[in-house]
């Protein structure tokens, strides 16, 4: 009994650890010039989490090349090296047209991964134009697999695995209503 008790206790230890937020190390992304990392006010309406979220959030929308209806996604915003760190990791469900919007300072080839992250997640890599350039599912907990952009990107999009497919998403749409960089 004492044993299943230790053992309960370092899984929850690991699992309040965080260790990385299911993303490269801050300091293999973090945009130069960014400041610090203060609560930002926002709204999560929409967001299912097991936390308590001070994100802002956004409205973004992806516009099929092939004239297909747009697709709306009501987003949370991860514009400082805190913020994108924690991404969204310990979440057990994430709302249908939700998702967390990664912003960096200038493109480069980003590079996700999964740890500590309890829900399939789809991720669409976006140029500073608002292209998509690539698209990638990524399964949850996987700490081992890393998930690098096509091309040099400014912006990730993680929503709910397949929500792209399920709309006709592809590499080469575009997305509106980006902001034009992180916070200052």
């Known amino acids: 009994m004492r044993t299943r008790a230790t053992l309960a206790v370092f899984l929850i ?11 490269e190390p801050a300091a293999d992304r973090a945009p130069e010039g ?14 299912e989490t097991t936390q308590a979220s001070t994100l802002a959030t956004a409205t ?3 516009v099929p090349s092939d ?7 009501r987003a949370e915003i991860a514009d400082d ?15 249908e047209e939700a998702g967390m919007l990664f912003v960096f300072g200038r493109e480069r080839t980003l590079s996700f991964w999964m740890r500590n992250t309890l829900i399939p997640l789809s991720i669409a890599y976006i140029d500073a134009e608002g292209r998509i350039v ?5 399964e949850p907990l996987d700490d081992q697999t890393k998930h690098p952009s096509a091309e040099p990107a400014k912006y990730a999009l993680e929503v709910n695995q397949g929500f792209f ?20």
């Open 13 to 23: 230890s690991l699992l309040a650890a965080g260790c990385g937020g299911g993303r």
């Open 34 to 47: 960014t400041s610090g990392s203060s609560p930002r006010a926002g709204t999560t309406q929409g967001m």
């Open 60 to 62: 973004v929308t992806l």
């Open 67 to 73: 004239g297909g209806e747009p697709v709306e996604v």
């Open 81 to 95: 090296d805190a913020e994108r760190t924690r991404g969204l990791m310990e979440r057990t469900a994430l709302a």
């Open 134 to 138: 690539d698209i990638e599912d990524m």
């Open 165 to 184: 497919g399920e709309r006709g998403i592809e590499v080469g749409d575009r997305v509106e209503g980006l902001p034009a960089g992180p916070r200052p």
